[in-house]
């Protein structure tokens, strides 16, 4: 696989599309994410998890006022105490609090919502219960990005998870794992910044560095 195949470009360049265009999605093209989502592993292949498409403007409404709420209480705070992530800049991380804030008074405008749901059934979620549907959610996600389309994974709303999964009308058993709002960008796509891989990727133990190809 070479540095400009299809795949590696998109890989590379899925980063959160935070403003998107009020235009309708066809249905086509949400389905197409759809059937990427389903073809992500899950555990023991049991494929519990369960896909909302959600094109009704009152009840993204609803769910936007929590999560604006999550936004005031939490989210925003949080950004503007923070210190740049790695790979970014005082500027760049500016613009992306006010994009993440631009999303948050947005939100309901989406014109399609996608939410991750998993069927737990009588089970306590865990640490691992992500691992049968984040997969799914990450291939939604790259699908977007290959039709030419914004997304990102949003999971504030989990701080009022019992009023937004009421409102969703989910029933015992079933939870909500991720929102992704969808839509036609405002901006264009480009690479993602992140810090280095030396920084994060270690061999055999903590701490020893994973080495680097020469050349």
């Known amino acids: 696989m070479s540095e400009s195949d299809p795949l590696v470009e998109i890989i590379r360049t899925t980063r959160a599309m935070r403003r998107l265009k009020p235009d309708p999605v066809p249905d086509e093209l949400v389905q197409k994410i759809l059937e990427a989502g389903v073809c ?94 984040y997969p799914a ?10 039709l030419g389309l914004g997304a990102t994974l949003t999971t504030r709303h989990l701080r009022h998870e019992r009023e937004v999964e009421e409102i969703m009308g989910l029933p015992p058993g079933v939870h909500s794992y991720a929102i992704l709002p969808i839509g036609y960008p405002m901006g264009n796509f480009g690479p993602v910044r992140r810090g280095h891989l030396s920084d994060v990727a270690f061999q055999d133990r903590w701490g020893e560095p994973f080495p680097a190809p020469v050349g």
Not at 105 to 114: D, G, K, L, S
Not at 137 to 146: D, F, G, I, P, T
């Open 137 to 146: 959610v990450q291939n939604m996600l790259l699908m977007a990005r290959a």
């Open 40 to 133: 992500a592993a899950s555990g023991g292949n049991s494929q519990r998890w369960r896909f909302i498409v959600i094109k009704d403007r009152s009840i993204k409404e609803k769910v936007q006022k929590w999560y604006q709420k999550a936004f005031d209480e939490v989210v925003g705070p949080r950004y503007r105490n923070a210190e740049p992530p790695p790979g970014s800049s005082p500027g760049r991380y500016r613009r992306q609090h006010d994009a993440v804030q631009y999303l948050t008074e947005h939100y309901h405008e989406a014109p399609v919502w996608i939410v991750a749901c998993q069927d737990d059934g009588d089970a306590t979620p865990s640490r691992s219960s992500g691992a049968s549907i």
